[in-house]
């Protein structure tokens, strides 16, 4: 690591309402941090909860440096321009993670690793070890490429700097603010002139990373999987406009709100034909969408709560 720098690891966690899962989280991150210098920057977004006192706790007890922001406005595409722009401390890694996972022991390690032996890999992403997205993704992700996990994943120090150089910003509001750095990460920042390149994102089966199981009889996890389904049928939209968008505009052409180019898209196209009850989640994520009122500056903006130093 370079020693000139104050971190080894800026690790962003982002969360909303996650008091059931902080906790796990930064044991977690501490267990993965033994022997480095790593500041962990929490970024409660949205939240009415006590997630930042539950965090706050649990870094005092492991005696971990831990910095908290509050920003009162939940969307955690905002949260990452706050991190890039504002939040982030100089550091030789930049790691990206929900408070809701709970991290391998190695796998800050194994991220780094993608970097070290993979010069061409603009983004890291780790992978599930359990439920449906293990399932789903893992041998995916492992043999393919071409898949940021929002859940754990870092971005190449040089890549950021280069995001922030040109000025660009993920949408605020976009659900898959992840999915768009991925495409960033593999186009190396330049739809026009650059191909899609799946190899640009590295991945470790030794970066993994759990998710609490869901269960049909908790009332929480029930509202949170049909909230999910909505936003995702909201994804499909915003990913039809942005590719209209980008392959000829660049990632420059994006606007400042996610609302303002999937209203844009759905007035030239109208909504996509969709089948069986996604017609029905399609429905409720444009009319949430249009009945949103737009977050006001302040809200967007993020407030410092606490630091615990560490040892």
Known sequence: MTRELPWDRNVAVFCRDE?????????????ASVGRRVLTTLIVNGSTDDSAAVALDAARRLAVPLVVWSIPHGDKANAINQ?????REPAASYIFLDAYVKIGPSAFTALEECFATRPAAMAATGVAINGRTMRDHMLPTLNEGGRLHGQ?????PDFIGRFVARKLSIPIGLYYGDGLMGSMAMHDLDPVNIEWGQWRIASSPIATYEIPELSPFRG???????????????GRLEN???RSIVYD?????????????????LSAHGPPRVAGLD??????AIRQMRAQPRPGAKDLE????DRTEGA
């Not at 008091?19 to 267990?31: D, T």
């Not at 505009?249 to 898209?265: Q, T």
């Not at 017609?279 to 409720?284: E, N």
């Open 152 to 156: 754990l994943h870092a971005l190449r």
């Open 249 to 265: 505009s660049g990632y420059e052409g994006l606007p400042e709100y996610a609302d303002d180019m999937v209203n844009a898209y």
């Open 279 to 284: 017609r029905i989640f399609q429905s409720l």
């Open 220 to 234: 929480r996890d029930l509202r949170r999987q049909f909230h999910r389904k909505v936003r995702q049928m909201r």
């Open 83 to 87: 991190f890039i722009y504002r939040l």
């Open 19 to 31: 008091r059931w899962s902080i906790a796990r989280c930064i044991e977690s991150i501490a267990a």
């Open 240 to 242: 039809l406009a942005i």
């Open 302 to 305: 993020a407030v410092a709560i």
